[in-house]
């Protein structure tokens, strides 16, 4: 099949549930940070939290979805302005605008840091970060075909990475125990935000699919993602659970557990470079789409390339600022802001009973 052809072909379900992994998954999983902060360092109740964060993922999934194709949007941006109205629907835009922005510049600049880790050469930061630009541009313009080969090529590294790091680590687990956990009661806000965060990043794509399929497409794609994200979630949560005390405040845990073979620190580097360009793919997408505003019939206000172009240069802008910078201080702002956003973008979506 001429690959045109491969392009324009609506994705599967099963696809669409693999190119909202390869969203969400980001450097999160890859790394362990997510995972640990959100989940593992809570001991026992963990296990309920990973329960409630899967659940949760797959009722914003199909709500969003169902949402995007009752109110005839093609994009996000028009979806918030359909259910919000004028003012409300720029300002959540905006803000969502914003956490892609602020997300997709943490990855790319992360790349970037592992390209000046990896090469001994003049700038090999900026020739790292202009290069996943460029990558990711080219990958975008391809549609949800290529994330959905993305989170299909990520679902079974990031397995064998965990069943790697496991085997070597059986021998090591630390004794020490983590801190006492004072109450349980923070694992289900946290468990539910973790899902709110992510979703939120890949709400374009969820509009974009669709504004051209039904409910039974949209239940399928929700019931294909839950197993796959909970799946992911246990397994990262269950590699990391013997080693808390070792890596409880470590940036990057999975790559601290995987020192000491060469295998397995390639095998964790490569991951967690191809967790971001993913994520940043897909970010890259939804930025150009909400630049150029994408409408239901496929059609762009102003030139495809002037929209990918646009959102390039202000993802290198944003990743120069640094990966710690972002994610430490922007990223939590942003990212709860628009989690709450998104769950008032649902009730009152589900109040107006638009049809």
Known sequence: ???????????????????????????????????????????????????????TFGVLVFGIMRLSARTGAGSFAQLCTNVLGGAAGKLFAAMYALLMLITAGAMVSGVGEIAAISMTIPHAYE??????????????????????????????????????????????????????????????????????????LCCGILSEIASRSDAEY???????????IGGLLAAANATLMPHIARVEYAPLPMLILARGSIPAALLATATLL???????????????????RLEPNGRF????????????????????????????????LMGWGSAVALVGLLVVGKARKTP
């Open 274 to 292: 191809i967790a971001m360009m993913t994520t940043l793919t897909a970010l890259i997408r939804s930025l150009a789409q909400l630049i150029a």
């Open 301 to 332: 206000h102003i030139p495809e390339w002037a929209g990918y172009l646009t959102a390039a240069l202000l993802v290198v802008g944003a990743g120069v600022i640094g990966f710690s910078r972002l994610i430490g201080v922007a990223y939590p």
């Open 218 to 228: 949209h239940r399928k794609t929700a019931m294909w993602f839950i197993p796959m």
């Open 1 to 55: 099949m001429p690959k045109r052809c491969a392009r324009n072909a609506p994705p599967s379900a099963a696809q669409t549930a693999l190119a909202i992994l390869a969203t969400v998954v980001g450097a999160g999983f890859a790394s362990g940070r997510e995972v640990m902060v959100f989940f593992t360092r809570y001991g026992a109740w963990s296990w309920v939290g990973v329960a409630v964060a899967t659940l």
């Open 127 to 200: 020739l790292g970060l202009g290069a996943a630009v460029i990558l990711g541009v080219i990958w975008a313009r391809r549609g949800v075909h290529a994330l959905a080969t993305g989170g299909g090529f990520l679902l079974p590294v990031c397995g064998l990475l965990y069943l790697v790091i496991a085997w070597r680590g059986r021998e090591y687990v630390s004794l020490q125990a983590a801190h006492p956990v004072v109450s349980w009661l923070p694992t289900l806000p946290l468990a539910v935000g973790y899902a709110c965060l992510n979703v939120t």
